[in-house]
């Protein structure tokens, strides 16, 4: 019995110590995690941020996540990794995703006029195509009215919030110069929706949230009752103030969904190892377009394309009422590094590149 006893003390010891083994071996070096966090705690100080989160993965595994600073200021809930914010215009790549799915399906033709898939955008006088929204070059128009990037009407689908601008002149001739636009991707998300003959939520859902183990990403609703969503806040007169009212219904596809930076990392993973989309696709995803006249753009399909320093980064920024974030995915250096913050309107760059050098000792 005493020998018996003794083997399960052995055994359950083993067993009990396996997770923090292996949790010991995900992690970042101690002295990594210094210099990231005094980066962010730096950057949080300076530029008044209440709460934020950071992920970071490193060759496909995630190797960091944590809070900072009050997910709601009010009732004093701290930020922690699980914490929900408005991804804003990091709903782009996802939405791209979503289209270069399909497009692998060949139920999207990325030449073909874009009203084969979404009738409810109406025909202009020159050809808008999937390829060209993708790439900010349709010339659907972005916001141009006072407050409209934060307006508070309700839309019941993709489809209704075309109304805003649909029968709107296109701003220049599609192909012919590079025009940020969120609407764009409005009917991004109506073609998804045509070409799939399902929702745009439960698309995403079922397609990309799923396969990329994103499980707690969704489309953002204010009525909701959504476990651990951050409050939005923006600086006004140099005072920390709740944000604008703003229900994100009126633009989806481009700037109304809700993620953790967790979540982003795990997106970043699933496209980049083929999870998600098949390697070639994602190639031409990543590659700078040009317009008609031959000029490269700083965007491919849903992300921006850049090098510093020799190192090529794809990311994508997001603002909107109550909400700043980013994603910097650094491909040759197998790092992904995802940034979200309840505040708007700042520039998260710096705090971007700090956690960079801290990362990669290099990239200096």
């Not at 020998?3 to 949790?23: E, G, K, M, N, V």
């Not at 989160?53 to 600073?69: D, H, P, Q, T, W």
């Not at 959504?226 to 005072?239: P, S, T």
Request: aromatic fraction near 8%.
């Amino acid at each position: 019995m005493k020998r018996l006893s003794a083997f399960c003390l052995i055994f359950l010891s083993l067993f009990s110590a396996a997770p923090a083994r292996a949790q010991q071996k995900t992690e970042l070096p101690a002295d990594t995690i210094k210099k990231i966090e005094a980066v962010i705690e730096s950057e949080k100080a300076r530029l008044k941020i209440p709460g934020l989160s950071v992920a970071i993965a490193l060759g496909n595994e995630l190797r960091y996540a944590k809070g900072f600073g009050m997910a709601d200021v009010e009732n004093s809930i701290p930020a922690k990794a699980e914490t929900v914010y408005r991804t804003a215009s990091i709903a782009k790549p996802i939405t791209a995703t979503a289209v270069m799915q399909l497009v692998e399906q060949g139920k999207i033709d990325l030449d073909s006029p874009i009203q084969k898939y979404c009738r409810a955008f109406p025909e202009k006088p020159s050809t808008v195509t999937a390829r060209l929204i993708l790439s900010h070059q349709s010339g659907i128009r972005h916001y141009k009215l006072p407050g409209e990037s934060r307006g508070a009407r309700h839309f019941k689908g993709v489809e209704d919030s075309l109304t805003l601008f649909k029968d709107d002149e296109l701003l220049h001739e599609p192909g012919a110069k590079f025009s940020y636009t969120t609407y764009g991707y409005s009917v991004l998300g109506c073609a998804i929706e045509g070409a799939s003959v399902e929702s745009f939520g439960v698309y995403l859902r079922d397609h990309i949230f799923k396969p990329a183990g994103m499980e707690r990403t969704r489309i953002d609703d204010q009525r909701a009752i959504i476990a651990d969503r951050a409050r939005g806040y923006e600086i006004f007169l140099g005072q920390t103030v709740n944000a604008w009212l703003h229900d994100t219904s009126m633009k989806t596809p481009g700037g109304g969904l809700v993620s953790t930076p967790v979540d982003l990392v795990r997106f970043a993973i699933a496209v980049q190892s083929g999870k998600i989309v098949k390697k070639e696709t994602l190639r031409q995803m990543w590659t700078a377009g040009k317009t008609k006249d031959g000029q490269e753009t700083v965007y491919g399909f849903g992300w921006e394309v850049r090098e510093v320093r020799g190192m090529k980064i794809y990311a994508h920024g997001g603002n909107q009422s109550g909400a700043s974030s980013l994603l910097d995915v650094l491909p040759e250096k197998g790092v992904v590094i995802a940034i979200m913050t309840n505040l708007q309107d700042i520039r998260l760059v710096e705090m971007m590149q700090g956690i960079i050098k801290a990362v990669i000792p290099d990239a200096q």
